[in-house]
């Protein structure tokens, strides 16, 4: 089918990689011509796993685009994927998503044409890019769209860091539609994933007991509904860890025996209880705000997501405090955080708890030492406000001569590091390990003060 892709960033880019994979034909728009440039040239413009690889492979398949105009017409789906960032009320800005959709209104010609919302976007906005396609045509040309058109929503559920996988092998598909018309142009579209019948990318093979993918087809509303309450209540499982583990801390009890204990019943799973500093990325923020915003344009208090926002914002406070009560004196003391972006395999820094701690440390006059194995580059160019943050070149060189050591971010290589001559090389050995990542056993021994967020 051919493909028009709008917006290049995590969700776009792999989208459109994925479906040219698949043997689609795939334009990508994007109105920003250096990422555009980058694309044409085969890299990918931030840091994920195989996608420049996949990229590479379905490169026959794939066009980049900065004109709209270039790629609307005779496109049979039409992906919108652009940014819909946090606004000032906790609703999500919609300007980049009607910018898209007015421009799918100026460019669309005659063909029957499905518009996709891939963008996580608010109850309601199916409707709304369905007007204003309309509007903008029939402005344009001075008559309603002779064309016809439908609006999709096809929310997606891919964890940066693992997007590929999360895209090619997925735990379900999603179509929100009103006319089984339009359903059935996304059945189409994604059949090799629904029937898994595509030749797996060497470096991914497919998953053993991966099978048919299950589909759910329902109505715009509710695939509306579906992104925003998945994404709710992974957070909120996660925020529910991390409140057992201040009362497991309390009562000298092992949080991850507990994680593990209800995790293997069934009805509650073990992913999403790894307990620490919390969430961030640019989703869980973001879409739990807009769900209680949401929720009170309807009159309607969501007093459990509220408190999984509170709770997340807790943990981050307690990073300071723990170091409080092990330092009692931050001013002067050097501490040193290992791991920048928001998680493992991302050189993503929205709502990065890095951030935030690092804001408060300096604050009350620490100096920070910080390292990233790939996002030092986007901290720098991001954050100037956090220019005083010292960025080392290598783990080993954060810990030196540092008061405390914290644990941002789990990458693996950090588990993996030199700890034992490491101690030797600091002010006070301490470490908290805010990830519950680390051995606590082999840090004790190689001379460290172990703290975790429950311990
Ligand atoms: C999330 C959703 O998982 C994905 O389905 C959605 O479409 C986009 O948002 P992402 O933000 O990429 O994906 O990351 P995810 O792997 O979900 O992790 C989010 C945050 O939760 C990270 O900061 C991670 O460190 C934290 N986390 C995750 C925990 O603290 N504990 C856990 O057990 C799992």
Redesign the pocket.
């Known amino acids: 089918m051919n493909v028009t892709i709008l917006g290049t960033g995590?969700v776009g880019l792999t989208t459109g990689v994925c479906l040219a994979y698949l043997g689609h034909k795939v334009t990508c728009a994007d109105p920003v011509a250096s990422k555009i440039a980058m694309l044409e040239e085969g890299s990918v413009p931030f840091h994920e796993p195989y996608l420049a690889d996949l990229l590479a492979e379905a490169r026959c398949n794939l066009k980049f685009t900065t004109e709209y105009a270039h790629t609307i017409p005779g496109a049979q789906v039409i992906f919108i994927a652009v940014g819909t960032p946090p606004g000032p009320n906790g609703s999500p800005d919609l300007k980049y998503l009607q910018a898209a959709a007015r421009g799918i209104g100026e460019h669309i010609d005659a063909s029957f044409t499905v518009v996709v919302n891939k963008s996580?976007v608010p109850i309601g906005s199916g409707n709304w890019v369905g007007s204003l396609v309309r509007e903008t045509f029939e402005k344009r040309n001075g008559k309603k769209p002779r064309t016809t058109f439908a609006v999709a929503s096809n929310?997606?559920?891919?964890?940066?860091?693992?997007?590929i996988h999360?895209t090619l092998y997925p735990d379900r598909v999603v179509i929100g539609a009103d006319e089984e018309q339009t359903a059935e142009v996304l059945y189409t579209l994604y059949r090799p994933i629904l029937d898994q019948t595509f030749q797996p990318p060497t470096y991914l093979p497919r998953p053993e007991g991966v099978g048919a993918v299950p589909l759910i087809s329902t109505d715009l509303a509710s695939a509306e509904l579906i992104?925003y309450a998945?994404?709710a209540f992974?957070?909120l499982?996660?925020s529910y860890?991390?409140e057992i583990g201040l009362l497991s801390e309390r009562v000298g009890a092992d949080i991850s025996q507990i994680a593990k204990g209800i995790g293997l019943d069934a009805r509650i799973g073990t992913?999403?209880?790894?307990?620490?500093?919390?969430?961030?990325?640019?989703?869980?923020g973001k879409?739990t705000a807009a769900l209680v915003a949401t929720a009170r344009e309807y009159g309607l208090d969501m007093q459990i997501v509220q408190s999984a926002r509170d709770v997340n914002r807790r943990q981050r406070e307690r990073v300071i405090e723990k170091l409080l009560g092990e330092l009692r004196i931050l001013k002067g003391r050097t501490i040193g955080l290992l791991g920048l972006a928001?998680?493992?395999h991302?050189d993503?820094l929205r709502e990065?708890?890095a951030i935030d701690i690092a804001q408060k440390l300096l604050e009350r006059g620490a100096r920070v030492k910080a390292h990233d194995p790939v996002a030092m580059e986007s901290f720098k160019k991001h954050h100037p406000d956090l220019s005083d943050v010292n960025c080392c070149e290598n783990p080993e060189e954060v810990v030196r001569d540092c008061d405390a050591v914290v644990l941002v971010?789990?990458w693996p290589q950090y588990r993996d590091l030199d700890w034992e001559p490491l101690a030797k090389t600091m002010r006070t050995p301490v470490i908290l390990d805010g990830?519950l990542a680390l051995d606590r056993a082999r840090l004790s021994r190689a001379g460290f003060r172990y703290l975790g967020m429950t311990c």
């Open positions: 995590y996580t929310p997606e559920f891919l964890r940066e860091g693992s997007a999360d992104k998945a994404n992974l957070a499982k996660i860890i991390n992913r999403f209880l790894q307990s620490g500093i919390g969430w961030g990325g640019s989703c869980f879409d928001f998680k493992p991302t993503d990065a708890p971010t789990e990830r």
